[in-house]
């Protein structure tokens, strides 16, 4: 059962930095496309980083130089560096993990998902 929980979320200034963490449970989905997404209030969920079984990265261009996507090395967590945040920035985060093939940045192609957390920028 694919368990993914984030944390980190909360209140921050504009300008200031962030780090989010996915925990993925007793796997770490090295092998899998695992990606960081956001909601905001009144709009569609939208994809920002992803990273795929090799370690390549892709970053949507809102965010492209900004954040910053890594696994964490010796644990089962996905990380999301939030820098030069933006009140755009506010609104619900979250990772999800991709167990096909493939490595998208939609999120309708990402089968399983955490709860999310929330960050505000003022």
């Known amino acids: 059962q694919v368990q993914l929980v984030e944390s980190g979320g909360g209140s921050v200034q504009a300008g200031g930095s962030l780090t989010l963490s996915c925990a993925a449970g007793r796997y770490t989905y090295k092998r899998n496309c695992m990606g960081w997404f956001r909601q905001r209030p009144g709009e569609d969920r939208e994809g920002l980083a992803t990273?795929?079984?090799?370690?390549?990265?892709y970053y949507a261009p809102s965010v492209q130089g900004r954040f910053f996507v890594s696994r964490e090395k010796g644990k089962h967590a996905l990380l999301l560096q939030l820098n030069s945040v933006k009140p755009g920035d506010t609104g619900m985060y979250y990772c999800a993990v991709r167990l096909n093939s493939g490595c998208p940045i939609f999120p309708r192609d990402f089968e399983h998902w955490g709860q999310g957390t929330q960050v505000t920028v003022s």
């Open positions: 990273v795929d079984g090799y370690g390549g990265t």
